[in-house]
């Protein structure tokens, strides 16, 4: 399987052989990011990128075999499924899709599985964007299934949702290549219109750090025939026509800040120019608290429940009185947490962005948390923070959590202190007003006992080979008040290896943990003219 190959299909819709617009501009865009690009086609195509080869569609499956769905949107898109599968499962390789604007190579899996939003849900799989060794047993059971149903399916049946139902049931295991929908669908079908709002809009709450290409759904994205001057649609697709080389197509993005390159612009000038979009909005606002996160130590899921923490017990009515400051986590920024004005994401360390990071904090009370913490559910809601104490300590460690004033923090600051890990002999000596917060736990890593720490080595060594090994080990250990001593991953991983009989059922649970959490946490993309 040659990864450096990209391989596609183009039927004409009509009596026109030339390819379509955007057709034109996913194969450049392909070429663009240096791939070799195969075209797939019957007949004769005009407007074909140079650079492109092209085959003969025949070699994968015969003319005669060519349908559109009979019902609904009466395209050649289930057609288009078994061919791809056909030539994936005899050939291997990455097919895209010719609505799929490339900004940058694709990651170097063997395996990817697209993925798109749908309403509330973490991510459903889309074989828009798809990569696969020869002879893949999910290939083999989607090709089976779609030669067996032929040309008498229903829009998608042999798409997302013949993908959904296979990886939530016979192959559990595909889960872990399924990629988040920002890989190249931060767009679902029912917001292409976000396409024709201005970069500066339609960017600004991205950093695209993780977006690999746009999708624009052309079944959906052809029902326009205008595009503004000034939209992001028609910015990329000058970008595309207008470079020539790789090089310059990737200096020529950064330029229009589409993506991030770090060899031409430093991550604190982006994060400062990202964090002025918001200065205008948060000075307008008298927050009461700033949650300051440095997310060194946390992993994804943590801060997700640390958000999601907060606010289901602060509740909607007060949104505007929290405002949420993550540092070191430029891949999350993009899951678009629904408070859209009050939570922002940084790429950069919170070392690098510290004393930055001064202009842009506005609440008159600053927790900062650099471990994965729980807050009790009324924690918001009451300002007497020392009142209904329930503070767990760990083998006698300071980790509590403290809330500074705006002076305080800036104090802090000043005198080089860390704000995450406050020595109270010394800030008494600096005369500082500090209040601590005994509602909350606080998991402290430097604590950890023997077993703990073994259950985190079992559980990042558990494959499908040592699985029943790990279990027996794990179900071995005498760990007592687990949930006070590790995080939500390692708590998470532990119980559900537990109780499962194999390492596909593992994976799975672990799946639908996340599904639920996300769910739970109701991610939605951030856009201006939404009111949530």
Not at 163 to 186: D, G, T
Request: charged share 25%.
């Amino acid at each position: 399987m040659d990864k450096n190959e990209i391989f596609t299909l183009w039927i004409p819709d009509n009596d026109d052989n030339n390819l379509s617009q955007l057709a034109h501009l996913s194969l450049k865009s392909f070429l663009l990011c240096d791939y070799d690009v195969i075209l797939y086609t019957y007949d004769h195509i005009g407007n074909v990128p140079n650079g492109v080869c092209i085959r003969d569609a025949n070699e994968i499956l015969d003319k005669s075999k060519i349908f559109r769905y009979k019902g609904g949107f009466k395209t050649y898109s289930g057609f288009a499924n078994l061919f791809r599968y056909k030539r994936l499962y005899e050939y291997g390789g990455t097919w895209l899709d010719l609505d799929l604007l490339l900004i940058k190579r694709l990651s170097d899996e063997d395996i990817i599985i697209g993925s798109q939003t749908q309403e509330d849900i973490y991510s459903n799989p889309n074989n828009a964007l798809f990569r696969f060794p020869p002879k893949d047993p999910l290939i083999k059971t989607i090709l089976d299934y779609s030669e067996k149903r032929g040309s008498d399916i229903n829009h998608a049946e042999t798409g997302t949702l013949l993908l959904k139902k296979l990886l939530a049931s016979e192959f559990p295991e595909y889960n872990q290549y399924l990629k988040h929908f920002n890989y190249s669908n931060i767009v679902n079908w029912n917001d292409v219109g976000d396409y024709l709002e201005s970069p500066e809009i339609f960017l600004k709450c991205l950093n695209t750090n993780e977006i690999y290409g746009f999708h624009l759904f052309n079944t959906f994205f052809k029902k326009f025939v205008e595009f503004p001057k000034d939209s992001f649609f028609t910015t990329l697709k000058d970008i595309i026509l207008n470079s020539s080389t790789s090089e310059e197509y990737a200096f020529n993005l950064m330029k229009y800040n589409i993506t991030t390159q770090k060899q031409y612009i430093g991550i604190n000038e982006w994060d400062l120019s990202y964090l002025n979009i918001f200065k205008d909005a948060f000075s307008k606002n008298e927050f009461k608290y700033t949650i300051l996160i440095d997310s060194q130590n946390l992993k994804k899921m943590e801060i997700y429940n640390i958000i999601r923490a907060i606010f289901s017990s602060y509740g909607l009515e007060s949104e505007k009185d929290i405002q949420i400051i993550i540092c070191g986590k430029s891949d999350i920024g993009h899951d678009k947490i629904k408070f859209k004005d009050n939570v922002i994401f940084l790429a950069s360390d919170f070392q690098d962005m510290k004393y930055y990071l001064n202009d842009y904090i506005f609440g008159e009370h600053i927790f900062p948390i650099n471990k994965p913490v729980i807050f009790k559910e009324e924690f918001f809601k009451n300002n007497n923070f020392t009142s209904d104490v329930e503070h767990h300590v760990l083998n006698n460690s300071n980790s509590i959590l403290n809330v500074l004033n705006r002076e305080s923090y800036k104090l802090c600051l000043l005198a080089n202190i860390d704000v995450f890990n406050l020595d109270m002999d010394v800030l008494k000596t600096l005369n500082m007003r500090i209040k601590e917060v005994d509602n909350s736990l606080i998991y402290d890593y430097s604590f950890r006992d023997d077993d703990v720490l073994k259950l985190m080595k079992l559980v990042d060594q558990c494959d499908s080979k040592s699985f029943l090994n790990v279990k027996s080990e794990l179900s071995n250990l005498n760990i007592k008040f687990l949930s006070q001593k590790t995080s939500y991953h390692y708590f998470s991983a532990y119980k559900n290896i537990l109780n499962s009989n194999s390492y596909d059922e593992f994976i799975l649970k672990e799946h639908n943990d996340k599904l639920q959490c996300l769910n739970a946490f109701y991610l939605n993309r951030i856009n201006p003219r939404y009111d949530y």
